[in-house]
């Protein structure tokens, strides 16, 4: 069964350096998105994708945030200059369209450790 | 802004028991999800619903669209099941597909 993968599992970074994490989305889906999840709170929305451009993106995802379809696979998540509290879980999703009602399917997440 | 409420918050019950999630949200949808998360920390899509009810296996979800609820359900509850339950929205217009999360539900099943 198709399925979303991210790399890496676990990412330790120290505080001011770039990241990249990396999300290969299910190859027909069409609509991407990151989401995070802060140790012991609930999953938040950061952004979603839509024919090569940024559909929505909440507060949460400043000028720090970018995102990226470099080629026809993957999907990347840049924070510029980590902070502390960009400690997380961050989660990719795709679903095969826009529209709500379409099931979006989730990779295992890359934990974020900002020291 | 979407408030989703969950309870309870945790539970616990023995195997075999019928457990009962419940997901209120405070503003007009388009269709709610039930997902799983594992200790591990990933997550699994269960259900998605605009109306009525679903089932799956010993899982079963309904949704009450005027009273802005919906039920997860799990019949013949088995160890296995232990995780947490996460209910989660999307909006009523098109173009707000993102999801908004609740706080999720810690399901512990003993033997």
């Known amino acids: 069964e198709p399925e979303v993968t991210q790399t890496p599992s676990h990412q330790v970074t120290q505080m001011g350096q770039e990241v990249i994490l990396r999300c290969v989305p299910i190859s027909n889906h069409l609509y991407f998105y990151w989401y995070r999840q802060i140790l012991g709170q609930k999953v938040e929305f950061l952004v979603s994708f839509y024919n090569n451009e940024i559909s929505e993106k909440s507060e949460i995802f400043d000028d720090q945030f970018s995102v990226e379809r470099p080629d026809g696979s993957n999907f990347t998540l840049k924070i510029r200059s980590t902070k502390l509290e960009d400690s997380a879980m961050y989660f990719c999703a795709s679903s095969e369209s826009a529209g709500a009602f379409y099931e979006q399917y989730f990779g295992p997440g890359t934990r974020l450790t900002v020291t | 802004k979407n408030e989703v409420e969950q309870s309870p918050q945790n539970l616990t019950a023995q195997e075999g028991e019928f457990i009962t999630i419940n997901c209120s949200y405070s503003?007009?949808?388009?269709?709610l999800h039930w997902l799983q998360q594992h200790p591990g920390g990933g997550i699994v899509s269960l259900f998605m619903?605009?109306?009525g009810k679903k089932k799956h296996g010993r899982l079963i979800a309904t949704i009450n669209i005027q009273e802005k609820h919906s039920s997860l359900h799990i019949t013949a509850s088995h160890p296995r099941d232990s995780a947490v339950y996460i209910c989660?929205?999307?909006?009523?217009?098109?173009?707000?597909?993102?999801?908004?999360f609740g706080t999720g539900t810690r399901l512990t099943i003993i033997p």
């Open positions: 989660a929205v999307s909006g009523s217009d098109f173009g707000n597909e993102k999801l908004t």
């Open positions: 619903l605009s109306s």
């Open positions: 503003v007009g949808i388009s269709a």
